[in-house]
């Protein structure tokens, strides 16, 4: 077999950021994508001319009070491009389901919502979720700052492993706000669920979906299934965007992606 040849200027920044942020599976995907053994991966970044990759800290003002708050949150969006997101699938890991919908709302502005059924590919290869993945990874890559609950350990290495399946490069240099981190750290709380959190918070009813829902969705070819779970995406994006103004004041720093 013929040796790869390393990437090169921005490919290679691009191998370096995946593999400084990645655990082991994600390392072995990202040589499955390009077609090289996992030592050779690791060969490749022992010799590579770039350093490790450390996380990079936005700085968020400290003492934002209640009463200039609306202003500080206003500022920030204009400057910082928070955008809430969020995905429901047929499953909790990337190799053993399909995306069904995803929804990213930038602060203060319209939903944008994604959903699989709106593809041609949806009726004869409903497993091939490819095209709806470059979408919303191209429409995420257009902000900043991502806003999730509990995304850093889902939606986003869900997402991620699906690009790397599908032969994307990876997302851009941004940041993520988790608002179960904040929620975790800053609230004694018995559950942090965002169905819990908003209930408590009053910031809206979550409305529980049944679990036979993403099956008729996924397998029945149900429009009205897949129309209720798309609500409930775009529920929880709702929800989202007024946990995190909630949460907002308690940040010391917004890390990397």
Not at 63 to 78: D, K, L
Not at 148 to 157: C, N, V
């Amino acid at each position: 077999m013929a040796k790869r040849v390393k990437p090169q200027g921005d490919d290679w920044l691009r191998f370096v950021q995946v593999w400084d942020t990645s655990d082991h599976e994600d390392k072995l995907a990202l040589c499955r994508a390009c077609k090289i053994t996992y030592d050779t991966g690791k060969h490749w970044r022992a010799e590579g001319d770039t350093t490790p990759l450390e996380p990079e800290i936005i700085q968020v003002a400290p003492n934002i009070n209640e009463t200039t708050f609306a202003e500080e949150i206003g500022q920030a969006r204009i400057d910082l491009d928070f955008a809430m997101f969020d995905i429901e699938t047929t499953g909790l890991t990337a190799d053993f389901s399909v995306l069904l919908c995803a929804c990213i709302k930038p602060f203060g502005k319209p939903i944008m919502t994604l959903r699989a059924d709106d593809y041609p590919s949806w009726q004869s290869e409903r497993d091939d979720d490819a095209l709806i993945v470059t979408d919303v990874a191209k429409e995420l890559s257009k902000h900043a700052i991502i806003v999730t609950h509990y995304g850093s350990r889902y939606d986003i290495p869900y997402l991620r492993g699906k690009m790397v399946k599908h032969g994307l490069s990876p997302l851009p240099s941004m940041y993520g706000l988790d608002t179960y981190s904040v929620a975790k750290a800053n609230f004694k709380l018995s559950r942090r669920r965002l169905e819990a959190l908003a209930e408590y918070f009053e910031l809206g009813k979550k409305e529980s979906v049944k679990g036979s829902l993403w099956m008729q969705a996924a397998f029945g070819n149900s429009s009205e299934a897949m129309n209720k779970i798309v609500a409930h995406c775009q529920t929880d994006v709702e929800i989202l965007e007024r946990l995190a103004a909630l949460c907002f004041p308690y940040l010391k720093s917004i890390r990397r992606l």
